[in-house]
């Protein structure tokens, strides 16, 4: 019969090498949805179990995984130490009730074997009988689940940072495994490799070259960690090409090959690459879903738009979609231009798109608002977050039920019918007399809850009072601004560094600093993106003087030492850094 799980930490030594160990349980357990999370299911919660159960290369029969994550061959059985359960509730004790043994959601448990003496590759037999034999593959990734299990914030990247995540076996010969088998060490391949120093350069020293190279050549490294180590190599090496071409291409030629009219305001529009050229993998990487990019138009303006749909099929000719609203009102060119001057088999000319929205893997919850055309900066994110089983609301404000663009995808995604909550939409008509109330949604949103807003600037301006008079942290809310005061008073800035040295300029009333910046060094002499302030793509540094700082992409702390040149403006005199 098993002992029971070890609960003296502090008399085992984690660094100990290790030949062989005992398994304290074995556990295994069926997708379930998550407490207060009536929409994520997991397989976390495993129940012990006593007697043989057999294993095959997917796993421990009838145990079931969230495909999305866990899971398959690299990760057919999760092991984890009981060993640090008692030290994790002794530095968590809001939580010291939950951390015993499966909390992690692990199949085995040992006392001994840890991710400081077991390596990539590692061989385990069991006995006394079994044909079973396991391979050491992968450190375990944690998830935002580990923090909705624990009931705590921000808690997922402390696994990592501690070493204490667990790790993953394949299994390279099937058979039956129960509670009091030995494991022993049949062969170590990589004894410098622990799953400790993997993650050392998986989450930390992730711009090491040589050790990426090394990493992504392992062959009993699981695919998961492998290719994100292939794809730092191949990042790294393009970025080296890129260097000795001295040539960072900026504007590509695109034809408008689709229009549709989404509403009597937004239309949408399908630009397609003239020319067939393979992107780098550094620029794909900024077509993840919340991207923007910049267009340049033939009346000479240049306006930023989020991207709601790109593909690159066969790394031929990349087709992005974007959707832009027509107010006369609030126009500052560019949409009228697009609107009632660009017709299908026009040439537009795009800037390589820039990564807008960060996604956030800590949340257990996503909260949206959104109104108007403001959908386009989210629908893109909203899909990669259903199609990966993350927990997501979106609340969307429109004039009318008719005035709904991209309604089939938002259907897809669980659009309700007015003020009523569909699977993931709730729709608000002020036509029908239903208002989107901020101050509502933030006192009614769960735990852990990452907050993101796109709108006009009322209702940028609500959220923004809403989230700092309910104490949200500036990391869990995300304003995706896309109107933004740029006018004020005319300010002078000494523009030191390699590019001005002690060059004065004027910003005048109606100018952006970002605009005199560009005007008086170059295009290049400053990148940009957004033009609103949302993404910090246009920061410079500020040595000297006052700054009315607008946009939302610095935060308190960063405002001392920088400013977001398209929308911030200096009063009186300012001296910045470039």
């Known amino acids: 019969m098993a ?63 969230d495909m999305t994550f866990h899971g398959g061959i690299d990760k057919a059985v999760h092991g984890y130490c009981s060993t640090h359960y008692p030290t994790w509730a002794t530095e968590n004790p809001t939580a010291s009730s939950k951390f015993i043994p499966g909390g992690f959601g692990e199949n085995l448990s040992f006392a001994h074997l840890n991710e400081r003496n077991i390596c990539i590759g590692d061989t385990f037999s069991i006995s006394p009988s079994s044909t079973l034999t396991l391979q050491v593959s992968l450190p375990r990734q944690p998830c935002f689940k580990l923090n909705h299990r624990f009931s705590l914030k921000n808690f997922a990247p402390q696994t990592y940072k501690l070493n204490r995540t667990g790790f993953y076996f394949r299994v390279l010969s099937p058979g039956y495994i129960k509670a009091g088998d030995k494991l022993s060490l049949i062969s170590r391949s990589h004894p410098e490799w622990t799953i400790q120093k993997i993650q050392q350069y998986l989450h930390e020293e992730k711009e090491n070259f040589e050790m990426n190279r090394i990493l992504s050549e392992i062959e009993e490294l699981g695919a998961e960690a492998k290719d994100a180590f292939k794809g730092r190599v191949k990042k790294h090496l393009a970025k080296e090409k890129r260097e000795k071409r001295n040539k960072v291409i900026k504007w590509r030629d695109y034809t408008v090959i689709e229009t549709k009219k989404e509403t009597e305001r937004i239309t949408s529009f399908v630009l397609l690459e003239c020319q067939t050229e393979e992107k780098e993998e550094e620029e794909l990487e900024q077509l ?176 923004a009072k809403e989230t700092r008079a309910h104490g949200i942290a500036e990391k869990e809310v995300h304003f995706e601004a896309f109107e933004a005061d740029l006018s004020g008073d005319p300010f002078e800035v000494v523009v030191d560094g390699t590019k001005g040295g002690g060059v004065v300029i004027r910003v005048g009333e109606e100018e952006t600093l970002l605009e005199c910046l560009q005007k008086e060094f170059g295009d290049d002499a400053v990148d940009s993106s957004c033009c609103v302030g949302n993404c910090g793509t246009c920061r410079v540094g500020l040595k000297d003087g006052r700054v009315d700082h607008r946009g939302t992409a610095l935060t308190e702390d960063e405002k001392s030492t920088s400013m977001l040149s398209c929308v911030s403006r200096g009063v009186g005199r300012i001296t910045i850094e470039i």
């Open 288 to 463: 993840k879903p919340g991207a923007h990019a910049k267009i340049r138009l033939g009346n000479g303006l240049v306006r930023a738009y989020s991207i709601v749909s790109s593909s690159y099929p066969k790394k031929s000719r990349l087709k992005i979609e974007i959707g832009v609203s027509l107010d006369p009102q609030t126009t500052r060119g560019g949409s009228k231009y697009l609107h009632e001057t660009v017709e299908i088999g026009d040439t537009l000319q795009l800037s390589t798109p820039t990564a807008g929205i960060p996604v956030s893997r800590a949340a257990s919850h996503h909260v949206f608002v959104a109104a108007g055309v403001g959908i386009t900066a989210f629908l893109s994110l909203l899909e990669y977050y259903k199609s990966i089983n993350y927990s997501y609301i979106l609340h969307y404000a429109v004039r009318s039920e008719e005035e709904v663009p991209f309604r089939s995808r938002l259907e897809a995604l669980g659009l309700g019918g007015n003020g009523k909550e569909g699977r993931g939409v709730v729709l608000y008509s002020k036509a029908a007399g239903s208002r989107l109330d901020v101050r509502c949604i933030i006192e009614n949103m769960q735990w852990n809850t990452q907050l993101y807003f796109c709108g006009p600037k009322r209702l940028m301006d609500e959220a």
């Open 3 to 65: 002992s029971s799980p070890s609960t003296q930490a502090e008399t085992i030594d984690l660094y100990a090498p290790i030949t062989s160990d005992t398994i304290l349980q074995v556990r295994l357990g069926k997708m379930k949805n998550m407490p207060n999370l009536l929409t994520i299911q997991s397989g976390i919660d495993k129940q012990e179990i006593h007697g043989p159960i057999y294993v095959d290369k997917w796993g421990l029969e009838g145990d079931e995984h």
